[in-house]
């Protein structure tokens, strides 16, 4: 059995000694015997994720209702009841229902997000068990477990390697690394970093070359993907500022009514005429005037139709709330590889003695140009440049072929595809190079001699080595170098200055030399290489960031968003790559150590100046994501692997790609990426911009509404005097006009400032002081246009039915005309662009006014809310109040921009 006395901490497998790893864990090279295997599997419990609890779906469906505008909503269907008007009790509790069913539809399970990364473990493995080769289910493997791994296969458990033949892993999903990891088996530091653990081969990961074994030091929840899923586990999604806007909202309008209801039953008691019955009923008809019941129905369809508009622009949102608080982003975190960077190699810069070139192209397409000091070069004038291209194309075992989309893609090691592109660049064929001179004999690249060697024989007798590897082995290997006018002896010194200045722009360095040998030389040793070699130069490769990228990353920094990447690559390359994006500040890099020796205090400091942090982990990533929501920031978190989803969870937004991002990033983001574009982020901040604006029209265009109601009712009762509006009346005003017309305003376009001014604060109220007072002055003139209408009626002798009708009419009149006065939150005052509306606003002005004729003229109507036809005269009247109305406010703008220079 294992002994726990002996086996080193998990977290230091990479540093254990081979044998002293198979001691701790009581097994030898030749694998487990069946029956401890099975006394292992029932302690241990099978390598699979633990299931969580999932929340019962009808819990999940009635949560949608825990929220306090829905409350009030519901207090008013509770009202209505109490009226016994059941048609608009069903009406309310027809809204709020709706509403749950949208957002229970809509809103992502954070159990998904496991089921995700569950579904990565091997489904199969290959074990060696009483010293025999077996095929298992990948649930059976347990620590102590020898597993053999190869080439397309998926390690099924974390696993400490004895054997590594040119064997590669692919750590993308796990680390951010955007190649392939070479392995080997000798220990690696004890501090070294997820990505710097070559002894290792971790659950979930790829084999992209070679072949080995290992023995299995954790499975399951312990993996390093099990801890990525414990993380997400016990991740809390934040709240938006929006839903934590609207709660404050709600509590305090809610607080407001009841005490102003209170107050007004109390004053009615001892003070004015009415029979405490009647009384009661009046209030009741003030809470349902000054309840806006439409609001929460208004919210959420704003926020479906957002969620329309921004499929349509390849961002896929999986959470109502997410719309919105794109628009309060202050900060992106964006991972690197394959969200800022295209996660393709190519070979950026080519060095020769002498010339410091750069070469152009994207992907693995072979097309591109080489430069130097800024200017086009052709690489036939320098036969350095053509037979280094040559000795590229032959030391490949890769190649690189285009798909029907057109698009390049290379099938094997992404170093050797960009190689192939590189040879195209300096207009050398592929198939004709192959063709003239075929290769005999080849030693495969391994991590530990760090090369790989081709022998290829021209059809002229000659015979030719060619060797690429890591620049100081071959430096070793290489006795001359090649120079325009012949070979010469090797400068190590300038070679080294060469690789150093390479490796400094975060670009991967790898050396390239060749060597004629007797045309009898058909096979290849190890001795035939180890010296004598003529060096051709230096190809400098890296994941370029994506063009698109680039102008996004300007966009955000005009718009007051910070872009931060955080990436598990090298601190090097990361610096390089953000430079080139344009990120601020790009030398300045944080790497995971220098996380881990931080505490929260110190990193909290340091947060703000630094935009680059490198060669993180998991837990990285997510420390840095609540460093930053500490000091206030409102957080995207973008990225595509499995390391990036317990940030994801954890940021304000998160934003995964739809392409090559992880089931697991998926289920834990707010937000898919379907076209992998961080640009789209760009055009997702705009919008959420737009939808706040829309969304804070609406509220300016509600609350008014229901504030003019509201003082109506309170000046009847403290008057003593006849309800103006029947609070049935004020439902139909509350639940179909002035949403019907509120929700015109979810279609407006963004403000053309939108995305020249600074994110909003978190902490920003959503009734602004310009709100409470465009609300009060809108209210008061609300009150008198209806008052005056309804007491003008009366003076006429028309009876309360018809005066009523009148009043309802100039209030819905009244709101035509102020939603155009509501379109556009800019401070200019009157203009023309207020009338010429988007379609939709004529669509609910014409859907109003057919509603209002049907309230008005249809006997149905004259039942339910005791209405009474009017004459064209009295609805010419109604629609002149309604114009006078946007008149006065229009003066208002002028006013305030006059003396404060704003709306």
């Not at 003239?436 to 059809?459: G, Q, T």
């Not at 109305?885 to 704003?902: C, M, P, Q, S, W």
């Amino acid at each position: 059995m294992l002994d726990d006395r002996r086996a080193p901490d998990a977290r230091h497998w990479h540093a254990a000694p081979l044998d002293e790893a198979l001691e701790a864990l009581d097994v030898t090279p030749e694998g487990l015997s069946a029956r401890e295997a099975a006394k292992r599997l029932r302690e241990h419990g099978p390598n699979r994720l633990p299931t969580q609890k999932r929340k019962n779906p009808i819990l999940r469906f009635l949560s949608h209702f825990h929220d306090v505008l829905i409350y009030v909503l519901l207090g008013a269907a509770v009202v209505t009841a109490l009226l016994q008007h059941w048609i608009d009790t069903y009406v309310i509790l027809g809204v709020v229902v709706i509403n749950a069913i949208i957002g229970f539809v809509q809103e992502g399970k954070a159990e998904s997000a496991l089921d995700a990364i569950r579904d990565m473990l091997a489904p199969k493995a290959v074990v060696r068990r009483d010293g025999k080769r077996r095929t298992i289910p990948g649930e059976e493997v347990v620590p102590g477990d020898v597993v053999l791994i190869e080439s397309g296969d998926k390690a099924p458990a974390d696993l400490r390697l004895g054997e590594a033949r040119r064997l590669s892993m692919q750590e993308a999903v796990l680390t951010g690394e955007s190649v392939p990891v070479e392995k080997r088996c000798e220990p690696a530091p004890e501090n070294a970093s997820l990505g710097d653990r070559s002894s290792m081969a971790y659950s979930g990961c790829f084999v992209a070359t070679g072949q080995g074994w290992g023995v299995a030091v954790a499975t399951g929840a312990d993996t390093e993907i099990g801890k990525i899923s414990g993380i997400i586990s016990g991740v809390r999604t934040l709240e938006t500022p929006l839903t934590r806007q609207l709660a404050t909202f709600g509590k305090w309008l809610t607080a407001f009514i009841l005490l102003l209801a209170a107050a007004i039953l109390g004053f009615g008691t001892l003070f004015s005429g009415y029979e405490f019955g009647e009384l009661f009923l009046a209030v009741v008809g003030l809470s349902v005037a000054a309840i806006p019941e439409g609001l929460p129905a208004i919210v959420t369809i704003t926020l479906a139709l957002g969620v329309r508009q921004m499929a349509g622009r390849n961002a896929i949102v999986r959470r109502l709330p997410a719309v919105e608080a794109l628009g309060s982003v202050s900060v992106i975190c964006s991972d690197k590889t394959g969200t800022l960077t295209r996660n393709e190699m190519t070979v950026a810069s080519v060095a020769v003695p002498g010339r410091d070139i750069v070469v152009t192209g994207e992907g693995y397409a072979p097309h591109g140009a080489l430069t130097e000091d800024d200017a086009e070069i052709d690489p036939a004038d320098d036969p350095r440049l053509m037979e280094l291209g040559r000795a590229a194309l032959l030391c490949v075992d890769a190649d690189i072929a285009k798909g029907d989309d057109d698009v390049w893609r290379v099938d094997g090691d992404p170093m050797e595809g960009a190689l192939i592109a590189f040879a195209g660049k300096v207009g050398l064929d592929r198939e004709a190079e192959r063709a003239a001179l075929p290769r005999a004999d080849s030693i495969p690249f391994d991590s530990a001699h760090r090369f790989m060697a081709v022998l290829n024989h021209d059809h002229e007798g000659g015979a030719r080595i060619v060797v690429k590897g890591a620049p100081e082995r071959m430096l070793d290997m290489c006795a001359r170098q090649r120079n325009g006018d012949g070979d010469e002896d090797l400068d190590r010194d300038f070679w080294k200055a060469e690789a150093e200045r390479i490796a400094a722009r975060g670009q991967r360095v790898l050396a390239v030399a060749v060597r004629d040998d007797p045309p009898d030389r058909n096979a290849l040793d190890f001795d035939h290489v180890e010296g004598g070699l003529t060096l051709l130069g230096f190809v400098g490769f890296i994941d370029p960031p994506r063009e698109e990228a680039i102008r996004a990353v300007a966009e955000c920094r005009s718009a007051g968003v910070g872009v931060k990447m955080i990436t598990g690559d090298h601190a090097a390359t990361a610096a390089a790559v953000a430079e080139a994006l344009g990120i601020e500040n790009p030398d300045t890099v944080l790497t995971g150590a220098d996380l881990e020796a931080m505490d929260d205090d110190a990193l909290r400091e340091r947060i703000g100046d630094v935009n680059v942090f490198a060669r993180t982990s998991p837990a990285d990533k997510l420390r840095l994501v609540e460093a930053l929501q500490a000091q206030g920031a409102v957080i995207a978190m973008t990225g595509d692997g499995v390391n990036d989803a317990p940030a994801l969870k954890r940021a304000d937004v998160g934003v995964a790609m739809g392409k090559t991002g992880s089931e697991a990033a998926k289920e834990a983001a707010e937000m898919v990426l379907a076209d992998d574009n961080f640009a789209t982020i760009a055009a997702a901040v705009k919008a959420g911009r737009g939808i706040y604006d829309n969304l804070k029209k609406s509220i300016l265009f509600v609350l008014p509404t229901n504030g003019g109601q509201a003082l109506v009712m309170i000046v009847a009762i403290l008057a003593g005097l006849t309800l103006p509006i029947t609070p049935v009346q004020i439902l139909w005003v509350n639940m179909v006009t002035a949403v019907t017309l509120a929700l015109a305003l979810a279609f407006e376009p963004p403000e053309p400032t939108v995305m020249s001014r600074p994110p909003r604060r978190p902490g920003e109220p959503l009734l602004s002081g310009f709100l409470v007072w465009r609300t009060a002055f809108v209210s008061v003139l609300f009150c008198v246009g209806v008052l005056g209408a309804f007491w003008w009626s009366m003076e006429q002798g028309d009876g309360e039915a018809v005066a009523r009708t009148k009043a309802v009419n100039v209030l819905v009149a009244m709101e035509i005309f102020y939603l155009f006065a509501v379109r556009h939150l800019s401070p200019a005052g009157w203009s023309w662009r207020n009338i010429l509306a988007t379609p939709a606003v004529w669509i609910a002005v014409g859907l109003v006014c057919a509603l209002q004729v049907a309230f008005t003229y249809a006997p149905p109507m004259h039942l339910l809310f005791d209405t009474r036809a009017l004459n064209l005269e009295h609805m010419g009247i109604a629609l002149g109040i309604g114009f006078a109305g946007l008149i006065v406010v229009e003066v208002e703008k002028l006013v305030r921009r006059a003396i404060f220079g704003r709306r």
